[in-house]
């Protein structure tokens, strides 16, 4: 049996070999990289939401006066569309999407799609130094979305669900 102190011994001189061989360390990537794969990221996880969830729960609301899990999907898709245009530069309001016009999953699901492809084609057209001068719209949706996801995984969890991104990897 191997003593703990070699056990950290050599796992401590794996560490500073590792290091050593790394050289450098990284550079923390630029605005403009930080940025589209955090925005990427965000709404690729809840893109898969939405097509998992149950079809028959996009109704669902933990309360009586909060939003469905399928009007959240839409208010968070509204604040994707207004970044989509103000990432443009265009001088532009969020305007609230209504639900209504998404009456099932697979509405909800095709305007999550379409609103992402719009963000997507603005973000990868916008130059680098923009970013560098000001992250926004970016930030403030990136911050809304990722809030609105920590809420969808309650609602996976009050629905006695897993959320796809705490299920175990294959």
Do not use: Y
């Given at each position: 049996m191997i003593h703990p102190r070699t056990c950290l011994a050599i796992g401590l001189a794996l560490v500073v070999g590792v290091r050593a061989v790394q050289g450098q360390p990284r550079q923390?990537?630029?605005?403009?990289?930080?940025?589209?794969?955090?925005?990427?990221?965000?709404h690729k996880n809840l893109l898969e939401m939405a097509e998992d969830f149950p079809a028959d729960k996009y109704g669902f609301k933990p309360k009586p006066e909060m939003r469905s899990f399928g009007e959240v999907l839409v208010h968070v898709f509204s604040g994707t569309a207004y970044a989509a245009r103000a990432g443009k530069g265009e001088a532009v309001q969020w305007s609230e999407l209504d639900a209504k016009g998404y009456?099932?999953?697979a509405a909800v699901v095709a305007g999550?799609?379409?609103?992402?492809?719009e963000a997507d084609a603005t973000i990868k057209a916008t130059p680098a130094t923009r970013f560098a001068a000001s992250p926004e719209p970016w930030?403030?949706?990136?911050?809304?979305?990722?809030e609105h996801y920590g809420?969808?995984?309650a609602y996976y969890r009050l629905?006695?669900?897993?959320p796809?991104?705490?299920r175990p990897k294959k």
């Open positions: 923390p990537p630029d605005p403009m990289t930080a940025i589209t794969a955090t925005f990427t990221t965000v009456p099932d999953k999550l799609k379409k609103a992402m492809a930030l403030s949706v990136i911050e809304h979305s990722a809420l969808l995984v629905n006695n669900l897993v796809p991104a705490s």
